[in-house]
């Protein structure tokens, strides 16, 4: 016999989310690798074993173990985009866009994400951990184990990198693993409103090399955690020239790339991003029929963010469907942020995408696991459970995985184990 720390035994449904060999498209997007009556032995923080009972228990023994069931076990949910660090909210413009205006009339008068930077460059390194972690604690309750965060309501080098100090400090402080994104080119701040181009140069020649030396002496390098930069390519934010030059600027400092292209208006940040080989190009609400074709030829991942077109009161949504016919990989993200998608929860983003964009529940889940951790450049580490992985594994008070979409409103997460430790129960 073969000592565990943890044995998960008796789930009704144990689906894997497995994919050896890369993320999953097409019909791979519907096999979640089912096991009925299925085992994980668990040991420190990794995966060793996942089989049926029956095998697991005829190998291996643990002081601990957790019956499962009538219940589901899966990966760990991993929300590839998020906005989640900042400080107050937007509840003001929210009755503003009940009212009638949208939000990008709201940003273009001075509203938007600038008045997030506003509110967070008042604010310290300890009041943005306070105010964040409550946020990351409901992440974990709904599932989330991993997460990308972004900065990005700084915009200017002390408040971004006031930003970076803010993740990785919870990243030492609360369970959930962080993934960290440098977004300084989220918004053009007021005080470059009328010389948008400084701030580009600003972003190019000061911010983002002292953040990739942030990177550099961080504890996410240290611990294998990829360093990302974005852009928000759009109107009234930063055009597509623009963006190339950011972009093409951190991939010379060794940082991986994403992109926001497409939330409203098409400017070619599809094309950029597959040219970059970007990790992942992101919303995609406009996207063309020509750029589904480029992004299904390339190694980025769609990520698409049904909360954000739900909580802007939009009937339109991104094309996930066409995505994924046209064969490209998909994730799904909260994209959680005080403007446009105040949502902690990945079931409910699926729950959404089931519904408007119609994924099936098997699309989903691989979209919020495997699929999202390849987003966030850690698909060989976290996204689904096999042997080698970190144990980030739920147990659901469900014996239908397909109950994630298909249920909404209640909490279907029973217990969450992140890095082999019941950290929710
Ligand atoms: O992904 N589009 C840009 N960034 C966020 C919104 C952030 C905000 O409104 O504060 C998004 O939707
Ligand atoms: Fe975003």
Same mark, same amino acid.
């Given at each position: 016999m073969?000592?565990? #720390?943890?044995?998960?035994?008796?789930? %009704?449904? $144990?689906? *894997?989310?497995?994919?050896?060999r890369g993320p999953k498209r097409g019909s791979a997007m519907r096999e979640v690798g089912l096991l009925e009556d299925g085992a994980i032995a668990i040991s420190g923080d990794k995966i060793l074993e996942v089989g049926s009972t029956t095998d697991v228990t005829a190998r291996y023994t643990a002081k601990t173990s957790l019956d499962a069931t009538g219940k589901v076990v899966c990966p760990g949910f991993v929300d590839p985009h998020t906005h989640v660090v900042y400080a107050g909210d937007r509840v003001a413009e929210f009755e503003q866009r009940i009212q009638g205006l949208s939000y990008m009339e709201i940003m273009a008068a001075g509203g938007g994400i600038v008045s997030s930077a506003r509110a967070v460059r008042a604010a310290s390194v300890e009041q943005l951990v306070k105010e964040t972690r409550p946020r990351l604690e409901s992440m974990l309750r709904l599932g989330t184990t991993t997460l990308e965060v972004k900065t990005g309501y700084g915009? #200017? =080098? +002390?408040?971004? $990198?006031?930003?970076?100090?803010?993740?990785?400090?919870?990243a030492t402080s609360q369970a959930c693993t962080l993934v960290p994104t440098f977004l300084g080119a989220h918004a053009v701040?007021? =005080?470059?409103? *009328? +010389?948008?181009?400084?701030?580009?140069?600003?972003?190019?020649?000061?911010?983002?090399p002292r953040a990739a030396d942030w990177y550099g002496e961080s504890l996410f390098k240290a611990r294998g955690i990829p360093f990302f930069c974005d852009v928000f390519c759009e109107l009234n934010a930063f055009n597509l020239d623009q963006s190339r030059r950011i972009l093409e600027a951190a991939v010379a400092l060794g940082l991986g790339v994403k992109i926001h292209? #497409?939330?409203? *208006?098409?400017?070619?940040?599809? *094309?950029?991003?597959v040219d970059l080989k970007a990790v992942s190009a992101d919303h995609l609400d406009a996207t063309t029929e020509v750029e589904r074709v480029r992004l299904a030829n390339s190694n980025t991942i769609c990520v698409v963010l049904p909360a954000v077109n739900f909580h802007l009161g939009s009937a339109h949504f991104a094309d996930a469907r066409a995505l994924l016919d046209a064969g490209c990989a998909l994730?799904? %993200?909260? #994209?959680?942020?005080?403007? %446009?998608?105040?949502?902690? %929860?990945m079931p409910l983003v699926m729950a959404i995408a089931s519904r408007y964009q119609h994924m099936l529940p098997s699309e989903t889940l691989n979209a919020s696991t495997i699929n999202a951790a390849h987003a966030v450049g850690l698909g060989a580490k976290v996204g689904s459970l096999e042997p080698g992985k970190q144990a980030d594994v739920l147990l659901l008070k469900t014996s239908d995985y397909r109950h994630l979409s298909y249920r909404f409103g209640e909490n279907l997460v029973e217990t969450v184990i992140k890095n082999g430790v019941i950290v929710q129960e």
């Open positions: 073969l000592n565990a #720390d943890l044995l998960i035994l008796h789930a %009704s449904q $144990l689906v *894997t989310c497995a994919s050896p915009l #200017d =080098e +002390t408040n971004e $990198l006031k930003l970076l100090a803010v993740i990785e400090s919870l701040p007021a =005080e470059y409103k *009328t +010389t948008p181009e400084k701030y580009v140069q600003l972003v190019i020649e000061k911010m983002l292209a #497409d939330e409203f *208006t098409p400017l070619g940040g599809v *094309t950029l991003a994730a799904l %993200s909260t #994209d959680i942020n005080p403007g %446009s998608a105040p949502c902690p %929860s």
